[in-house]
């Protein structure tokens, strides 16, 4: 089945700077790669997604960016905030069926 | 508010008990997923429902079980709980019977196993 690595555990940043996080996938079939936002005490969020046949995605502040060949993708944020302190999930979906999950990186951003 | 209900949201029992955790999904969808969310092992897939049947199995253990009704809300039901059952327990729908679209996650329930 997939897995799904998530790296890193967990970023420290300023306010302003950029944070990346990377994933990779295993399973070559997969062609939905979405991002999730935790927040204390709620649900994991949507926030970005993007699909096999799309190289990179933006939507403001964030971006994702995927290499089938190397099989990883990255979330990008740009001029952090401290709102965008949260656990951040990347996921891949497994032969139809369900998302498989990374374990999840912690951001933190400090003003 | 995800429009995904989970109830109860906070669940305290004991070990050898069995506990029944209800979701309804968003309405028009009629995909349930059922995750376990726990701190070294992340958000670990355990069950699928779409349209009343069982769709996917993920990492569920003999002693859990789930169902959805005729109404397409969900229950997860867990048996002979254990310590190491305590977690966060989250159900997400989507309209999809394939996950190719992302989910609608609740706000899960909170279980510990005393």
């Known amino acids: 089945g997939e897995n799904v690595e998530q790296h890193p555990s967990t970023l420290s940043v300023q306010e302003g700077d950029s944070a990346v996080i990377k994933c990779t996938y295993s399973?070559?079939?997969?062609?939905?790669f979405p991002w999730y936002k935790q927040e204390l005490g709620k649900g994991p969020q949507l926030i970005i997604d993007?699909?096999?046949?799309?190289g990179e995605k933006k939507d403001q502040r964030i971006a994702v960016t995927l290499n089938k060949t190397a099989k990883h993708f990255s979330l990008h944020i740009t001029e952090t905030q401290p709102e965008d302190s949260a656990v951040y999930f990347c996921?891949?979906?497994?032969?139809?069926?369900?998302?498989?999950f990374g374990k999840g990186t912690t951001l933190s951003v400090s003003s | 508010d995800s429009g995904v209900t989970q109830t109860p949201k906070h669940l305290i029992t004991a070990t050898g008990q069995r506990v029944t955790l209800r979701c309804s999904p968003r309405?028009?969808?009629?995909?349930v997923y059922w995750y376990q969310q726990s701190l070294d092992q992340g958000l670990q897939f355990l069950i699928q429902?779409?349209?009343?049947?069982?769709?996917a199995k993920g990492n569920i253990l003999e002693r859990f079980s789930a169902q959805q009704f005729p109404d397409l809300h969900s229950e997860l039901n867990l048996s002979s709980l254990e310590l190491g059952d305590s977690a966060l327990y989250f159900c997400?729908?989507?309209?999809?019977?394939?996950?190719?679209?992302?989910?609608?996650f609740g706000s899960g329930t909170r279980l510990t196993v005393v």
């Open positions: 997400a729908s989507s309209v999809a019977p394939v996950a190719n679209y992302g989910y609608t």
């Open positions: 399973d070559s079939a997969s062609n939905y």
């Open positions: 993007i699909r096999s046949n799309v």
């Open positions: 996921a891949a979906n497994q032969a139809g069926t369900a998302l498989i």
């Open positions: 309405s028009g969808d009629l995909s």
């Open positions: 429902y779409y349209n009343g049947e069982e769709r």
